[in-house]
């Protein structure tokens, strides 16, 4: 891709981000992470040459793979996808800024018994199915906060920073502000607790997440889509 079309898309991303997020307050400070997955490591070399340096994968091998290739670059990688528990050696061993779709208890013991074991931390969020949608995984909101309550008192090494979740798959806005707003009362819940990251918004709903109170959107197609005419 041209770096000036990747330069438009991001100078776009972020007008947006800026505008949602001064509608919230000049005081609310939302992070964008960049996703991959549907472009080249060539094209978020450009991104980060532009300026962006949170990047985001949903497969580990990817995100193992583009943190090799770049690694002379001081990215922050992001493991954003459902983690299966034969893969966590790996997800270990690329050292992820953080890790963003814990997703059940299983996972969340096995990892602390391999974190405790290498006597490291990582930094994850809770996924929330919000929209409970059979499609996603996550914990139910019903669940969230007693989960999250646990797995803080039970794995110390794993260190719960906040939420994650995908809005509600659908074409009715106000089904999606809904999930947002779902989660966004879980996040308010946990704050107290040492929650500081409440992560939702992607291409198609980044800006009515900010507006329910994201601190960090995961933005893949609206950055890396070759459209002129956008
Ligand atoms: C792919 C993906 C995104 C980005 O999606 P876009 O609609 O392309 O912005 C965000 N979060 C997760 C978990 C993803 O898998």
Redesign the pocket.
């Known amino acids: 891709m041209e770096k000036e079309l990747l330069r438009k898309n991001l100078d776009d991303v972020i007008y947006k981000i800026e505008k949602a997020r001064l509608s919230v307050s000049g005081h609310h400070i939302v992070q964008l992470v960049a ?1 991959g ?2 472009t080249t490591v060539q094209n978020i070399e450009t991104l980060y040459s532009l300026g962006q340096r949170a990047f985001g994968e ?1 497969h580990v091998q990817q995100l193992e793979s583009r943190s090799k290739e770049l690694e002379d670059l001081p990215i922050e990688w992001h493991m ?2 459902t983690l299966q528990k034969n893969k966590i050696n790996k997800l270990l061993d690329i050292k992820p800024s953080l890790f963003q779709a814990l997703d059940n208890l299983d996972l969340a013991k096995e990892l602390e018994a391999k974190l405790a074991n290498k006597q490291k931390t990582l930094s994850c969020l809770l996924q929330v199915n919000s929209a409970r949608e059979d499609t996603k995984s996550g914990f139910s909101p019903e669940v969230a906060i007693e989960t999250y309550l646990q797995i803080l008192s039970e794995c110390p090494h794993i260190k719960l920073e906040g939420i994650m979740s ?1 809005g509600a798959h659908s074409n009715d806005v106000k089904q999606i502000q809904n999930s947002f707003e779902t989660t966004y009362k879980i996040y308010e819940k946990l704050q107290k607790n040492g929650a500081n990251i409440c992560s939702m918004g ?3 709903d980044f800006e009515l997440a900010i507006k329910c109170g994201s601190n960090l959107v ?5 950055l890396f889509e070759n459209n002129l005419n956008s």
């Open positions: 996703v997955k549907y949903n954003i996808g995908i992607m291409s198609g995961r933005v893949g197609s609206s």
